[in-house]
T-cell receptor, first 114, second 113 residues
Framework: EAQVTQNPRYLITVTGKKLTVTCSQN?????MSWYRQDPGLGLRQIYY???????DKGDVPEGYKVSRKEKRNFPLILESPSPNQTSLYFC?????????????FGPGTRLTVT | KQEVTQIPAALSVPEGENLVLNCSFT??????LQWFRQDPGKGLTSLLL?????REQTSGRLNASLDKSSGRSTLYIAASQPGDSATYLC????????????FGKGTLLTVNP
């Protein structure tokens, strides 16, 4: 089954404790992206990757890092989480050709930073 | 900067009604538009994708239209069911270097039995 998976689905952590949210897709998609969803603000792009070793900032990259060492994986790293990073996070993927392809989203990771 | 607005923010209808959800966007230079469904606290399920060259797409009881020149899209749901209750999100892909989707804030649909 074609899908985007994220782990963990739920995470409660404390300020400053480094964490990684994994994202994996089995559709051989070149493009992957991270969004966060907050009440009243909607979904905003954090980082994106057009292919292996090619990443760039989205609209709200502060406090996050990413890497793309393999085509299927695009982990989101919070090196020193803060309470304002409490949010619902989504990973997305699609083929990358002129941006015309449907984007597929993972199930989300609900992160709480205390 | 692309902005996406969805009206109404919430809608409550009795089961069986046909309904229309609206989406408008400020910049008509788009690659495509996607409609998503989101259940409470859950992920985004893609419902329909309309390319910029298309006028409409259909899937089962859903029909989405696109009028790029006026910056509007509608999602028509026929014969609504309680299982259709969810938040419906419209997202525009304006292309560029990041394929970013600009989302509306959604319409919360409640279908009452």
């Amino acid at each position: 089954e074609a899908q985007v998976t994220q782990n963990p689905r739920y995470l409660i952590t404390v300020t400053g404790k480094k964490l990684t949210v994994t994202c994996s897709q089995n559709m051989n998609h070149e493009y992957m992206s991270w969004y966060r969803q907050d009440p009243g603000l909607g979904l905003r792009q954090i980082y994106y990757s057009m292919n292996v070793e090619v990443t760039d900032k989205g609209d709200v990259p502060e406090g996050y890092k990413v890497s793309r060492k393999e085509k299927r994986n695009f982990p989101l790293i919070l090196e020193s989480p803060s309470p304002n990073q409490t949010s619902l996070y989504f990973c997305a993927s699609s083929r990358a050709r002129y941006g015309t392809y449907e984007q597929y989203f993972g199930p989300g990771t609900r992160l709480t930073v205390t | 900067k692309q902005e996406v607005t969805q009206i109404p923010a919430a809608l409550s209808v009795p089961e069986g009604e046909n309904l229309v959800l609206n989406c408008s966007f400020t910049d008509s230079a788009i690659y495509n538009l996607q409609w998503f469904r989101q259940d409470p606290g859950k992920g985004l399920t893609s419902l329909l994708l309309i390319q910029s060259s298309q006028r409409e797409q259909t899937s089962g009881r859903l029909n989405a239209s696109l009028d790029k020149s006026s910056g509007r899209s509608t999602l028509y749901i026929a014969a609504s069911q309680p299982g259709d209750s969810a938040t419906y999100l419209c997202a525009v892909n304006s292309g560029g270097s990041n394929y970013k989707l600009t989302f509306g804030k959604g319409t919360l649909l409640t279908v009452n039995p």
